[in-house]
């Protein structure tokens, strides 16, 4: 208890812009470059399935069903949610649709975006979730602006990436991650966010164990792995912003446990704002990456938010085709 005392009171003290940097302007004005792909517009929704959680969007005034069904009166409707099979609906809308809707989070949005991609069929992204971190960066903000870039019909390419066969269209991760973003989470809103962030590095590593894997047939011992789909800024454990959706590349960042003193290390440079020299943490762009787990046990894998059981073995890499997705025309940057 004292030294967690003494460590969060000196992470408030020294955590500043200097320790990371900031996005240079506000995360809603933050809109990656995307690629046209053309597209046509659709007034009605003729072609369309839309699928819709009924309870999505709390703080909407009017259901996502209500408002999409009177933008796109042609449409076809699949509600979703309680015991509803959400890859079962996702095929069968598939099978008939010219493209496919999800109206959720990013883990709807993402598992609608993996069958989408397989049989080429566009993705409307509809933002009912809490996050909507793929809405957010296409500048796709609320269900009107969804239904503006259907009725627009602009399509962009955004690159599909994979962990364990399962698509993933912001991130992924494996061992003690999601357990860090779950803690900055918790704390930041009574300590903000760069505080919190430290503080949950620490509860983490002090917390949890490492994981023994072979990445590209080197034995690793790590305590925690984040992999962007595209290169995410700023350096060090909180990825905000891309510059671009579809660059080809994996941002793999990773904490190694296998150096001396390696969670002093870690803490120190984090601290001093010196991370990006940190002998403990690396970081490297690929488009593939084969891992084995080592240790026994259960393997539970992250991608965009939804947690999975992972095989012993398996590959995280881009897939060579884009996903092709709606959005609104105006100010988009190619």
């Not at 894997?213 to 080197?218: A, F, N, P, S």
């Not at 390696?262 to 762009?285: D, I, N, P």
């Not at 709606?326 to 100010?331: D, L």
């Amino acid at each position: 208890m004292l030294w967690s005392g003494v460590v969060t009171g000196v992470i408030a003290a020294v955590a500043s812009r200097r320790v990371w940097p900031v996005a240079p302007r506000t995360a809603a004005q933050i809109r990656p470059a995307l690629t046209p792909l053309g597209g046509e517009p659709s007034e009605d929704g003729d072609g369309l399935t839309l699928l819709v959680n009924p309870s999505a969007g709390p703080a909407l005034r009017r259901s996502p069903h209500e408002t999409l069904e009177e933008a796109f009166p042609k449409a076809t409707f699949v509600d979703i949610g309680g015991d509803a099979d959400l890859e079962e609906a996702l095929e069968r809308a598939a099978s008939s649709a010219r493209a496919i809707g999800m109206a959720g989070g990013d883990g709807s949005v993402g598992a609608a975006a993996g069958v989408a991609h397989r049989v080429g069929k566009p993705l409307v992204v509809i933002p009912a979730g809490t996050l909507n971190h793929l809405a957010r960066d296409l500048g796709v903000h609320s269900i009107e602006d969804a239904i503006e870039a259907v009725k627009e019909g602009d399509l962009v390419a955004v690159d599909v990436a994979l962990i364990d066969g399962q698509p993933f269209l912001n991130t992924a991760s494996f061992g003690s991650y999601s357990h860090l973003v779950d803690a900055r989470e918790r704390l930041e809103s009574s300590i903000g966010k760069w505080p919190a962030l430290l503080v949950a590095l620490f509860q983490v590593l002090r917390r949890y164990e490492p994981i023994t894997v072979e990445l590209d047939g080197r034995r690793r011992r790590l305590w925690m792995i984040f992999i962007g789909n595209c290169r995410y800024h700023p350096a060090g454990f909180a990825p905000s912003w891309r510059e671009r959706l579809d660059d080809g590349v994996l941002d793999v960042r990773l904490v190694d446990a296998d150096h001396p003193w390696g969670r002093v290390r870690l803490l120190l440079a984090v601290l001093t704002g010196r991370l990006g020299r940190c002998v403990v943490y690396e970081t490297h762009v690929t488009r593939r990456l084969h891992v084995k787990v080592l240790d026994d046990g259960p393997v539970r894998l992250a991608r965009d938010g939804e947690v999975f059981d992972g095989s012993r073995e398996f590959e995280i890499c881009k897939e060579d085709r884009p996903l092709a997705v709606y959005v609104k025309g105006e100010g988009r940057a190619s």
